[in-house]
């Protein structure tokens, strides 16, 4: 089919835009009850302890104090806080009140009373009484023998070390000419989300749980709510509205999910519950630190013949998507550069008592990347070989394994290598580090991914889509997806409108409540356009044929003659009557019911990037600037190009954070977060953004995709570290394998390096 | 939260009075930037809390080669409306708009290290505060204010009410260097006001932000300074001895090696400044 689109393919402003930029956007937080009650949750100070004892008893005196839950008031089930349907690698070991804090912050009871200053001051009458346990926040300390047991583990591994191999790897290093094995460190970003954790409990008369929440997945809460409160499904009902974010830290469900519905169901009124900002940063998610030992061989000529790397995560207290992000991390590692496929790779995850870590934009694979693209400019350095050429060299693509199993089916990877090498100009620019002089020096790097949207094989996808037509040519769609911020409903909205041949304006999406709407798996791994936006297709389509065979009926021609343009059906160009026109009652009767559903579960695309970075370094103080930096995705089809750029800018943003300034700094002693808040937990404002250039190249469309598109939620975050850390290799000859590259750190390196104490 | 009583008095007397009254037990508020944030948290929890905003003392004069600032006036309007450019950097390099709009000139005075980028610059310019209680008024020099973290010369029953400057007669510079370009705490903030006449320094004075218990003077650089022909070789040793002279700490943002080694630089970053605009001059 080769007709121009109409409505896809055109920068179109978010849907909901007016409504949030106006202040009138509801958020979970903002929904109240009459009668309702304000829930708290008392957080252990330690980060390991027995809870040996609580006295409620001056808490439930003050005035306002209707209920207080401890850990022997809740269901005793052991829960996973990550999605259902269920993964088998994923770890049940977290409860709705613990009594035993695993973390500074585990929560040990709840209060609810009538103001949210009751509630707090509550929270300080209850007396606790703890047996202090030996704590570890580093993986080396809880591995080391005779450490305590987080959860009675063996070496406080959360799950059998992930082996993934093929080829022979002795062979290929003993093919190589060089070998080179480093470890690199990642660092422990927070998600940052502008919309705390937050949601309103209430049950009605017949015993039904109402929540609305601020989650990824709607489902996924009704799943792990009804399991763990013993409700069955049709009684849990998950409402959510507008998102402030998720960044993936809103998979899971935290401890106030369960405690808001325990402590309403006691009281028997509605309870709101909403975190703190310090709440957020020490009591939700973080990214995993994580440490890969990366070994590679490679030949004179370039081409690298084996590759084995250990990666072991730090996942905290809890297991969360540790197993998750363990494992994409360490199949991811088979991809994005070719080694002969000779491969032994092997994944650990740890618990510690550091924050727990969970799902975050780049699920486990930023971390891998910035390991597989720092080493790459370390071997091209080795070989004598230009980067950009060596990484062109090695680039994936058609007919190369990707990490789910299917062959690749373009050279795509390259073809953002070479297209933004010729937007920086990288042979008439780049130079070695040897050559750079002065106190600021400038450099060039490159960082390259890959991405599949959607997690499948690793979770069976599945989403779904119900269009309802109404009398007057208007639709609703509705879908279990989630917009956390991404502009995903603008995107189906699109589809739709596309697939039906209506205006945009005519599609209202309805989404987030489980009553409602139809079952989605949820929004996260950049899968919503592609999995769930497939679903709107398949379901517009039959709408689409539905309307042509009602209009072919009415007009007395075959349907295959029409078409819908516009929210018109024409044949052979001409008007022949609107689709209002067509779809109204006539003689008093009420209008035909057109409806279409359609399900999809997907298989997986894969996105790729390259970033070029540039950055300025003064030498003087280790300050790094990021000044530029061109990106070029290839994401298939761009179904909303101003969403895509708005995805990309941001996701280069939080890069650079993650790269240059975000660290949640834990107390060596205590484990306590040292920066819980945004004062001295920074993130890049505009001010600190460099140019920002954006390239979409659309070579390689998915054949199973909507019109071709793929994901690019994730994308942007994961070239993006690499690219800083080697620009700044580059400008100044310091290798960085860790983030953040923090002035400190730079500094006390190029001083090593003898750069002169200038002042 | 255990604030139980909030009071606004009408006038500086009722301040006085009720400061007067409970003494200690009585937490003294401008703004409330700095001391919300840990009310909120539960790490301070004073009972009875006095906000001065209410209290007139937000005037901003100037007389006899001196300007005169209010303790309350808020760090947007020295922002706007000061006529000392150096404060208005500083205050243009403070917080974010929403903090400098309640934030004040004298709270800053009693925002702890790395906060008090104002306070800095007041230092440098020879600022003197007026302190009030039940005795009636004393003048102490800025640079004597402070005794330690958050502890000052200040008695019970006293207010800020003012800070006092003469209108600077040298040239000024100021740089905060933080990790970002903005919203951030400094790993340090240099002031500096320089007297030069015939090509000497006649008067010179340095102080330093986020690298001591409080806001700090380097009068060792200053001698350095003072007398000299502001060259590069005089610059460079005030640097160093103003990074002998600082007593700096590690945090989330800095480590005490970081911002030692920033010192000189950032030093002899201001300096350069004051030279340039010199030779320029």
């Not at chain 1, 401890?70 to 269920?86: E, F, K, N, Q």
């Not at chain 1, 400019?377 to 190369?400: I, Q, S």
């Not at chain 1, 130079?431 to 690793?458: C, F, N």
């Not at chain 2, 932000?209 to 022909?229: I, K």
Request: negative net charge; contains cysteine; hydrophobic residues 40%.
């Amino acid at each position: 089919m080769s007709r121009g689109f109409s409505t896809i393919g055109v920068g179109h402003p978010r849907i909901d835009a007016i409504e949030k930029v106006t202040g009138k956007a509801r958020y979970a937080a903002d929904f109240s009850l009459p009668g309702m009650l304000y829930g708290k949750i008392k957080r252990s100070p330690h980060a390991h302890a027995r809870v040996l004892s609580i006295d409620a008893e001056k808490a439930l005196a003050l005035e306002g104090v209707k209920a207080v839950l401890t850990p022997w008031d809740v269901p005793r089930v052991l829960h996973t806080g990550a999605p259902a349907p269920r993964l088998g690698s994923l770890r049940a070991d977290q409860l709705v009140l613990t009594d035993v804090a695993r973390f500074v912050g585990d929560g040990v009871a709840a209060v609810a009373a009538t103001t949210e200053e009751i509630a707090e001051a509550a929270l300080d009458l209850i007396e606790v009484q703890y047996e202090i346990l030996p704590a570890v926040f580093t993986v080396e300390e809880a591995r080391r023998p005779g450490a305590p047991l987080i959860h009675g583990t063996e070496g406080n591994l959360v799950m059998p070390p992930i082996i993934v191999q093929a080829g022979d790897v002795e062979a290929g290093f003993a093919e190589a000419d060089l070998v080179l094995e480093a470890t690199y460190h990642t660092g422990r970003p927070s998600h940052c989300y502008m919309e705390p954790n937050a949601c309103l409990c209430y049950f009605d008369e017949s015993g039904t749980l109402t929540i609305w929440a601020s989650t990824q997945c709607a489902f996924m809460v009704r799943g792990i709510l009804s399991e763990v409160l013993g409700l069955p499904l049709h009684k849990v009902r998950v409402v959510v509205k507008h998102m402030g974010g998720g960044f993936g830290a809103k998979q899971d469900l935290y401890q106030h999910e369960f405690v808001c519905a325990l402590l309403a169901r006691r009281t028997g009124r509605p309870v709101k519950m909403v975190y703190s900002r310090k709440e957020v940063f020490m009591a939700t998610k973080t990214r995993h630190p994580v440490s890969i030992t990366l070994k590679q061989g490679v030949k004179r000529d370039g081409t690298i013949t084996a590759r084995q790397a250990l990666y072991v995560s730090n996942t905290g207290g809890y297991a969360s998507h540790g197993p998750g992000i363990t494992a994409v991390g360490t199949i991811d590692m088979t991809s994005l550069y070719r080694c002969n496929e000779n491969w032994r790779l092997e994944g650990r995850s740890v618990y510690t008592n550091a924050p727990i870590a969970g799902a975050f934009r780049g699920y486990g694979a930023v971390q891998s990347f910035f390991a597989l693209d720092v080493q790459m400019d370390e071997l091209a350095e080795m070989v004598g070989m230009n980067p950009l050429d060596f990484r062109l060299k090695n680039a994936v693509g058609e007919g190369d394994p990707s990490p789910s199993g299917h062959r690749l089916r373009a050279d795509a990877l390259a073809a953002c290598l070479r297209r933004g090498a010729e937007e920086v100009r990288w042979h008439e620019r780049w130079q070695p580090p040897e050559v750079k002089t002065g106190r600021v020096r400038w450099g060039l790097g490159i960082g390259t991914e890959m991405h599949s949207s959607g997690a499948y094989p690793d979770i069976k996808e599945q989403s779904n889509a119900i269009l309802k037509m109404n009398e007057d040519g208007t639709v609703q769609l509705l879908t279990g997806a989630a917009d956390l911020g991404t502009g995903a409903h603008t995107v189906l909205a699109q589809i739709a409108a596309e697939e039906l041949g209506m205006p945009l304006a005519n599609i209202r999406v309805v989404s987030g409540d489980t009553d409602m709407v139809p079952f989605d798996i949820g929004a996260y791994a950049s899968r919503t356009t592609y999995v769930a936006g497939s679903a709107v297709q398949r379901a517009a389509a039959e709408l689409r044929q539905r309307l042509l065979a009602l209009a072919g009926e009415k007009l007395g021609c075959e349907a295959t003659t029409l078409e819908i343009r516009d929210g018109e059906i024409r044949r052979q160009g001409q008007v022949l009557l609107s689709v209002a026109e067509l779809v109204r009652g006539e003689g008093g009767r009420p209008a035909v019911a057109l409806m279409a559903q359609a399900t999809y579960e997907a298989k997986v695309a894969y996105s790729f990037a390259a970033h070029f970075a540039e950055v300025e370094v003064d030498t003087e103080t280790g300050m790094v600037r990021v000044t530029k930096v061109v990106a070029v995705h290839e994401i298939g089809k761009a179904i909303n190009p101003l969403g895509v750029e708005g995805q990309i800018e941001g996701g280069i943003q939080q890069g650079i954070g993650h790269s240059l300034t975000e660290d949640l700094v834990l107390d060596p002693e205590t484990g306590a977060p040292l920066n819980a808040g945004f004062v001295d937990y920074k993130m890049p404002l505009a001010p600190d953004m460099p140019e920002i250039r954006v390239i979409i190249l659309e070579e390689a469309p998915d054949p199973d995709s909507p019109f071709g598109a793929k994901g690019v939620g994730e994308d942007p975050i994961m070239a993006i570290g690499p690219a800083i850390a080697n620009a700044v290799y580059n400008a100044t000859g310091v290798r960085f394998r860790e983030l953040p590259i923090t002035p400190d750190k730079l500094l006390a390196r190029l001083r090593e390096q003898g750069e002169t104490d200038t002042a | 939260m255990s604030v139980q009583n909030y009071y606004l008095p009408e006038s500086l007397g009722e301040a006085l009075e009720l400061l007067a009254r409970y003494g200690p037990d009585l937490l003294v508020i401008a703004g409330g930037t700095v001391a919300m944030p840990l009310i909120n948290e539960g790490v301070s929890t004073p009972v009875q809390v006095m906000g001065l905003r209410r209290t007139g003392l937000d005037e901003m004069a100037r007389s006899n080669g001196n300007v005169k600032i209010g303790a309350t006036t808020t760090l947007t309007r020295l922002l706007e409306e000061s006529p000392v450019p150096l404060l208005r950097t500083a205050a243009r390099n403070t917080a974010a708009w929403t903090i400098r709009n309640m934030g004040t000139v004298g709270g800053n005075l009693f925002s702890p290290p790395p906060a008090g980028d104002v306070a800095v610059a007041l230092l440098a310019l020879d600022a003197e505060v007026t302190l009030t209680g039940s005795g009636g008024e004393r003048v102490v020099p800025l640079a004597r204010f402070w005794t330690g973290f958050m502890t000052n010369v200040m008695q019970a029953d006293e207010l800020v009410t003012a800070i006092t400057l003469p209108v600077p007669t040298g040239k000024t510079a100021y740089i905060k260097y933080g990790r970002k370009q903005a919203h951030t705490p400094a790993v340090v903030t240099v002031a500096a006001h320089l007297v030069v006449e015939g090509g000497r320094v006649q008067q010179a004075r340095l102080a330093l932000g986020a690298v001591g218990p409080h806001p700090l003077r380097c009068p060792q650089a200053e001698a350095v300074l003072t007398g000299s022909e502001l060259s590069e070789d005089a610059i460079t040793e005030a640097a160093q001895t103003a990074a002998g002279e600082c007593d700096p700490f590690t945090d989330a943002i800095a480590s005490e090696w970081y911002r030692r080694k920033m010192v000189p630089v950032y030093v002899a970053r201001a300096l350069r400044q004051i030279a340039q605009e010199e030779a320029a001059s």
